[in-house]
Every structure is written in structure tokens, then in C-alpha cells.
């Protein structure tokens, strides 16, 4: 079964960028941990990056879940 999040490797420089991390996810959404990996594994979440087993997402992307733009 194929991943739908995109794998970036440690060393690649992203400028400018803010990313958010699960713990952090937790407290801006609302939702468990557990729930917002589901997410993240799923693509609901659009955008997630995953570094190791730690998943990021960036701001742009949390605001088009939350269908702010």
C-alpha cells in the first residue's frame, strides 16, 4: 500500500516556512493525537511531510483544511 504522504529527507532547507508538528496540531485543532495521525495517513490533512516518524504541516496547508483561504 502506497503512502499519500510525500517522505522529505533530513537536510532539505524549506525558507520561510512555518511547519507545525502533532503535538502542536493537538492544540490547534482540537483533536487527538491518534485522530490526527489518521488524518495525516490518510491525506485528509493535505500537505503532511513526514521526517523519520515525526509527521509536519505547514501553515498554508492547515488553513486549507480549515478552509480558510
Known sequence: MKS???RVYPGRKIKDVR???VPTLVKLLG???TTIR???????IPGAVRLGRR???SAKNINKYLHIE
Open 4 to 6: 499519500k504522504v510525500e
Open 19 to 21: 511547519f507545525y508538528d
Open 31 to 33: 483533536l487527538t493525537k
Open 38 to 44: 489518521k488524518y495525516l495517513r490518510m491525506g485528509r
Open 55 to 57: 509527521y509536519f504541516v
